[in-house]
C-alpha cells in the first residue's frame, strides 16, 4: 500500500515504498538489549515531490548503542555516491532514519539539532524518519521547516 504524504510548504508528496519500512522494521527494538539501529534514506526527487526506495541499514563500522546510534562517517555516503553513479546520477541521498526504543516514537532534542543542520544544508525537502515499536515517526525538513508526515502508512 503506497500512499502519497502531503507535506508544506510547497503542497509536495511524499512517498515511502513499502519494501523501505519492511526492512527497517527488521531493527525495531523490541528486545530491551537492542541497540539503536540507523542510515540513511535514498531515492527520487520528482519536481517537489520525494520518493523514498531504499535505505542503508548499519554495518559492524558504526556503533550502536541501547541509547544513541553513531553513524560511522564515509561508509553509508559511499553506498549512496554508488547508488547515485549507478542510477545514471538520478538516485539521490533523500533523509535519514533511525530507531527509537519506544512504542510511539518522537524526535529528541539531539535529533531536532541534527536534522536542521541537514535541512539547513540542502536546497531540497529531507525525510527524517524514526522507526519505533509499534508505530514510525516521520517528517519532512526543508530549510528551518519540519512537517510531520506520520500518519496513513505509517
Ligand atoms: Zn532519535
Not at 519536481?47 to 553509508?76: I, L
Not at 539531539?110 to 517528517?139: K, Y
Request: glycine share 8%.
Amino acid at each position: 500500500m503506497l500512499k502519497p504524504l502531503p507535506f508544506r510548504p510547497s503542497g509536495a508528496m511524499l512517498l515511502v515504498e513499502p519494501q523501505v519500512l519492511e526492512r527497517l522494521s527488521a531493527f525495531r527494538q523490541m528486545e530491551t538489549s537492542a541497540p539503536e539501529a540507523g542510515g540513511i534514506l535514498m531515492g527520487y526527487r520528482r519536481g517537489p515531490h520525494t520518493h523514498v526506495t531504499e535505505a542503508t541499514v548499519p554495518t559492524s563500522r558504526d556503533a550502536q548503542r541501547r541509547f544513541g546510534f553513531f553513524r560511522h562517517a564515509t561508509h553509508h555516503q559511499r553506498v549512496a555516491l554508488r547508488r547515485w553513479k549507478e542510477s545514471g546520477e538520478t538516485m539521490d541521498y533523500v533523509g535519514e532514519w533511525h530507531t527509537h526504543p519506544e512504542d510511539d516514537p518522537s524526535p529528541s532534542g539531539v535529533d531536532f539539532r541534527h536534522w536542521r543542520e541537514i535541512a539547513q544544508a540542502s536546497t531540497r525537502p529531507m525525510v527524517f524518519l524514526i522507526v519505533g515499536r509499534s508505530s514510525n515517526w516521520c517528517g519532512v525538513g526543508l530549510k528551518n521547516n519540519l512537517t510531520c508526515v506520520s500518519g496513513a502508512n505509517f
